[in-house]
C-alpha cells in the first residue's frame, strides 16, 4: 500500500490580503520556515521517501526546508510544470483577484475555481497524482501544494465533483494522509492541524 501525504501550505500572499477564505491564523506574518518546521516535525512520524513541490513559490519553498529536515532533497511535481499556473507569476494580489470571480460566487452553480479557464488543470492535477502513486507503490510520499491544489488533489482521490470546492477544508499548513489499497484512495486523515501549535 501506498500512502501520499498532501501538505498545504502555509499562508500564501493571496490568503494574506484576505483573497482567498481560510482559518484566522494567529500569525499570518510568519515567515514560511516557520511554518515548514512545524509540518516536517509532523511528516518526521512517517517514512516518507519522496518530497514533491507544486509549482507555485510558497510550495517550492517549503518543500525545499522540509525535504532537506527529512535527508530528501525536493521534486517538482511531474506533469505540473506547464500547469497554466505561470499565467499569475509575479502578478499582485489585487490583480490576482480581478482575474477571479470566486469571491463573488453566490452558491456552488455559479463558484468558480481559482484556476477555471486553464487548459485542463483538473486533468493535469488528477493524472501527476495518479502516476505518482503507480510510482511509488508501498512508499510514503508527500506532495506540498497551496489551497486550490491541495483541494483538487483531494477531490480527485475521494472521487467528488468541482462544485464540492468549498466543502473540503484546507487550512494554512494541513495534512492530510491517503492510503491506496488495491488502487482505491482512502481518506485516513484529512485537514490535521495539530502539529500547528502557536501558528493557527
Given at each position: 500500500m501506498s500512502k501520499i501525504l498532501i501538505v498545504n501550505t502555509g499562508p500564501t500572499e493571496f490568503e494574506r490580503h484576505g483573497l482567498y477564505p481560510s482559518a484566522e491564523s494567529?500569525?499570518?506574518?510568519?515567515?514560511?520556515?516557520?511554518?515548514?518546521?512545524?509540518?516536517?516535525?509532523?511528516?518526521a512520524d512517517y517514512q516518507v521517501i519522496a518530497v514533491y513541490a507544486c509549482p507555485m513559490p510558497e510550495a517550492v519553498e517549503m518543500a525545499g526546508i522540509i525535504a532537506g529536515s527529512l535527508g530528501l532533497k525536493p521534486v517538482k511535481m511531474p506533469g505540473l510544470e506547464r500547469a497554466g499556473l505561470e499565467h499569475w507569476?509575479?502578478?499582485?494580489?489585487?490583480?490576482?483577484?480581478?482575474?477571479?470571480?470566486c469571491s463573488g460566487a453566490a452558491g456552488h452553480d455559479a463558484f468558480k475555481l481559482p484556476f477555471q479557464g486553464m487548459d485542463g488543470l483538473e486533468q493535469k492535477v488528477a493524472a501527476s497524482l495518479d502516476n505518482l502513486a503507480a510510482s511509488h507503490k508501498k512508499e510514503t510520499v508527500a506532495v506540498i501544494s497551496h489551497r486550490a491544489l491541495s483541494v483538487i488533489m483531494i477531490l480527485h482521490l475521494l472521487n467528488m465533483q468541482e462544485k464540492h470546492y468549498r466543502q473540503i477544508a484546507q487550512d494554512p499548513g494541513a495534512i492530510n494522509l491517503f492510503e491506496v489499497r488495491a488502487g482505491m484512495p482512502s481518506a485516513l486523515i484529512i485537514n490535521d492541524t495539530c502539529h500547528l501549535d502557536g501558528l493557527i
Open positions: 494567529k500569525d499570518t506574518e510568519a515567515p514560511m520556515s516557520r511554518w515548514a518546521q512545524a509540518v516536517a516535525g509532523r511528516l507569476k509575479g502578478l499582485r494580489p489585487e490583480e490576482i483577484s480581478a482575474m477571479d470571480d
